[in-house]
């Protein structure tokens, strides 16, 4: 079945196959490859085929692995029909402290189904936007009061990076 919205998936960069035309119409934006690599926690990391969708309705995430990308978009497109014929969508946080959630029937990942499971050390606010070194939370509102001292290298890097951006001169 081709789609004439999405009848092409974006390619990875490390993938050096012509286009891939989908088999499905997932209305969304897709990428996929036939040698991605997979960073493990327990084990081995691997290379597989794999099939991304990021579908906006729900918005959320679903990637499809298998032996070729084909085999990997029907791995993706059989959870996309699980998540769209789930009765009702309850949410779990897994171990996710950010407030994303897991449906425990159909296992759609969302974000923002919970409030985050940390206070802004300031206001009190639930945050997980930025951290400090001694693991102090602060919310957007106050990520700048974090003392020098205790800015992670990622906090240098946004600064400089916001400076930069702030100081870029308007065209005449």
């Known amino acids: 079945m081709s789609n004439a919205v999405n009848d092409y998936a974006q390619r990875s960069v490390f993938d050096r196959e012509s286009n891939y035309v989908t088999q499905y119409p997932w ?27 990021f579908p906006r309705d729900p918005d959320t995430f679903i990637r499809g692995e298998g032996k070729t990308v084909a085999e990997a978009e029907e791995a993706a497109w059989t959870k996309w029909q699980k998540i769209l014929s789930c009765p009702r969508h309850e949410f779990d946080r897994k171990n996710y402290t950010s407030g994303a959630g ?21 206001c009190g606010t639930a945050t ?9 939370y602060y919310c957007k509102d106050h990520y700048r009061d974090k003392l020098p001292a205790d800015w992670t290298p ?14 870029i001169p308007t065209p005449k």
């Open 154 to 167: 990622e906090d240098w890097f946004m600064a400089d990076l916001s400076n930069s951006l702030t100081n």
């Open 128 to 136: 997980d936007y930025s951290i400090d070194k001694q693991g102090r």
């Open 27 to 53: 209305l969304c934006f897709c990428q996929c490859g036939g040698n991605g690599i997979v960073f493990v926690k327990k084990g081995e990391d691997y290379r597989t085929a794999f099939f991304e969708a």
């Open 102 to 122: 897991v449906c425990v029937h159909c296992g759609l990942f969302m974000m923002a189904v919970f409030l985050p499971a940390f206070k802004c050390s300031i």
